[in-house]
């Protein structure tokens, strides 16, 4: 028997949240006052009903006042930098010589790698971050290290090994001929593993610490395996001066990455705000996604991301934490940033509008959207129990709450394809 069938049918009673099907360019909400989510042996949904007598005949676990809702998920945080949230040393470059790569370099020691690897899914548990999209160090100790701890907490992660071969200090630079196949060992090792629950991503750090047969190897090796590719871009205009003297060959940015193979269907590009048309059109094109950072993006001085031009052309938009430039591992924090963000720019959004991204919308960006994302029957059974103050009860306030004041609604407990992760 399989460890994804042992369990039996059993249900949850709560108050439940989820995203819903809406009409295109809206977000719609499922609210419900008593509900039973009821899961199936295998950790899959098999109904989200309202409430009543008899509904259910197995275990019903009550959860009640709380909340029930899909589990968080960050499309974007560096596991080696846990450690560092709040290094105010400069704008992205500097904050990269002076904070980041000091910190990475430590992560040679397996034993360093390990402890810092507990206390990061420790954090994501208890954020309610059910599924983590992750940048670990250049190292591939670390990396496995990272997985290891990602299985024992019974997450669900795409993560890989950063790739960088110039413009970096020594301790982190590996080659091509080292990267590569270290790379290739760990999708070996932790493609598929818990089962299916992790999956190994192809991860450039970004154009300019990256040499082009580097790049090129990495999207070869993304093929063959049809692996997720994560990297950055247009974060700030520096970086993209940066690239322009490295890869002269280019005529932007994004074209780089088109150039080397790297703008796939499962390609996430995290920040995406120095961007010209022809990029964003570009983007669009290929099926890539883009991941907002806005959190980041404050604390760097990097810019705001016009939510606007991916939205006009249908690009899939995820959100991250970007730990450690972002200050927090609670995606209601990404979610907050994200309404100021647009703030900035003269637009707003809702707080439906900001929950629907950071659960279903980001699913789709990630390419789970048919596996999590919302509570709807047949989606593994990825879910969060969050209890607000007693005087929160209707649909707004819950949403009020959640995004905004965050402190007061607290996750009690977590899921992965139904079984307990948290506390
Ligand atoms: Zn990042």
């Not at 995203?19 to 199936?40: H, I, K, Q, T, Y």
């Not at 890869?247 to 961007?275: E, F, N, Q």
Request: glycine share 8%; net charge negative.
């Amino acid at each position: 028997m399989s460890a994804r069938s042992h369990r039996s049918p059993r249900a949850y009673r709560g108050r439940l949240l989820t995203p819903a099907a809406a009409p295109a360019g809206g977000s719609a909400v499922r609210f419900l006052d008593d509900a039973l989510l009821v899961v199936d042996e295998a950790g899959l949904i098999a109904q989200a009903l309202p409430f009543a007598p008899g509904a259910f005949r197995g275990p019903v676990l009550d959860l009640r006042p709380a909340v029930l809702m899909p589990g968080f998920i960050d499309a974007h945080i560096h596991f080696p930098q846990t450690r560092i949230i709040g290094s105010a040393s400069g704008a992205l470059l500097d904050w990269l010589e002076r904070s980041v790569f000091p910190e990475e370099a430590r992560f040679r020691d397996d034993g360093y790698a390990a402890l810092v690897a507990a206390e990061f899914t420790a954090r994501l548990r208890a954020s309610g971050t059910t599924t983590c999209v992750v940048f670990s160090s250049s190292c591939p100790g670390a990396t496995d290290q990272l997985f290891r701890a990602l299985l024992h907490a019974g997450l669900r992660g795409i993560a890989g090994l950063t790739l960088m071969d110039q413009n970096c200090p020594e301790a982190l630079c590996v080659p091509r001929d080292e990267a590569i196949p270290a790379a290739r060992d760990l999708v070996q090792r932790w493609h598929g593993e818990g089962h299916g629950l992790l999956e190994f991503a192809i991860t450039p750090r970004f154009a300019p610490s990256c040499s082009r047969p580097l790049m090129e190897a990495a999207a070869r090796l993304a093929q063959d395996h049809d692996l997720l590719v994560q990297t950055h871009v247009a974060e700030t205009p520096a970086e993209a001066e940066a690239t322009r003297r490295e890869h002269p060959w280019a005529r932007d940015y994004l074209d780089v990455y088109d150039r080397v193979g790297l703008l796939t269907g499962r390609t996430l590009l995290a920040h995406s705000i120095h961007l010209s048309s022809r990029e964003w059109d570009r983007i669009a094109e290929t099926g890539s996604s883009v991941v907002h950072c806005p959190d980041s993006n404050f604390f760097l001085g990097s810019g705001r991301m016009r939510l606007g031009d991916a939205r006009a052309r249908a690009v899939p938009v995820a959100l991250g934490s970007d730990v450690g430039a972002g200050r927090s591992f609670d995606m209601r924090r990404s979610m907050s940033s994200a309404f100021d963000n647009a703030v900035c720019l003269g637009d707003r959004l809702t707080p439906a509008d900001l929950f629907v991204v950071a659960t279903q919308g980001t699913a789709d960006a990630v390419g789970l959207g048919r596996v999590i994302g919302s509570l709807d029957a047949g989606k593994e059974a990825d879910f969060i129990a969050v209890r607000f103050p007693e005087h929160v009860l209707a649909e707004s306030e819950v949403l009020n709450h959640l995004v905004f004041a965050s402190e007061t609604a607290v996750v009690q407990r977590a899921f992965v394809r139904g079984k307990p992760i948290y506390p």
